[in-house]
């Protein structure tokens, strides 16, 4: 193993192989990061959120805006930005939802940064490593065509085998950051989907705490009179 890598790092392909550990060593990095990012932003915790709109929608309002102050998770700040915005204005949704949805933009856009850096790295590395290939195989070729045909068949297969280790290196690289990729946007797109329910769902529950109590009495009562009308 140590003679293949030392002969992979002496041959024509040994940029591409410096290529690869570079991208390999960005992506490990960013991967770490956003994970420890996702962690310190509490994303996926729900349970200071639920209390604080349990809270809310019980009729304990400055409690549940209390409750979602003292939580740092991405949920409880849109939820606080929603709730102060309905405390100093309760009839103005549209501030509400313009306030919340103002702040879920700018949480989401630092969940998002960086992102494409292993989007990146997923579809460059397996070209990176065809390109290694590619190069090693002119170079075996190219012995071949000076030799004119008495080049050893076993030297030049072993030198086709060894340029596709660089086909080989860009796989390995590309696919586990793809799924750690599609793993990091599924944790933004549920953090996505759960801000917009809840914004919704305390705009809505404050609509129905204005509307009047005989609203519907009202209603039927009008239906009966029109039904009584020649």
């Known amino acids: 193993m140590a003679d293949i890598l030392a002969m992979q790092l002496t041959s024509i392909g040994a940029p591409v192989y410096v290529a690869l550990f ?7 990095a960013t991967a770490v990061y956003k994970i420890v990012q996702f962690w310190q932003m509490g994303v996926g915790r729900r349970r200071a959120t639920d209390a604080a709109l349990a809270r809310w929608t019980g009729g304990d309002t400055d409690g549940g805006l209390r409750q979602a102050l003292s939580s740092a998770t991405v949920l409880a700040r849109v939820a606080a930005a929603v ?12 501030r509400a939802r313009d306030v919340s949805t103002h702040e879920a933009i700018q949480i989401l856009n630092s969940m998002t940064k960086n992102l494409r850096i292993l989007e990146a790295v997923v579809q460059a590395a397996p070209m990176l490593g065809l390109l290694g290939t590619v190069i090693g195989m002119i170079k075996a070729f190219n012995a071949l065509s000076q030799g004119g045909g008495a080049v050893d068949p076993g030297a030049l297969a072993g030198g086709i085998w060894v340029s596709l280790l660089t086909t080989a290196a860009g796989l390995a690289i590309a696919i586990p950051f793809y799924f750690v990729s599609i793993w990091l946007e599924g944790r933004v797109e549920r953090e996505r989907s759960a801000m917009e329910l809840m914004i919704e769902g305390l705009i809505q529950h404050q609509s129905d705490l204005k509307l009047p109590s005989d609203t519907r009495f009202t209603a039927v009562a009008d239906t009966r009179t029109m039904r009584s009308l020649p």
Not at 22 to 28: G, K, N
Not at 83 to 94: A, C, V
């Open 22 to 28: 570079v991208v390999s060593l960005v992506a490990m």
């Open 83 to 94: 709730m102060s915005s309905l405390l100093r204005e309760p009839n103005n949704h549209e």
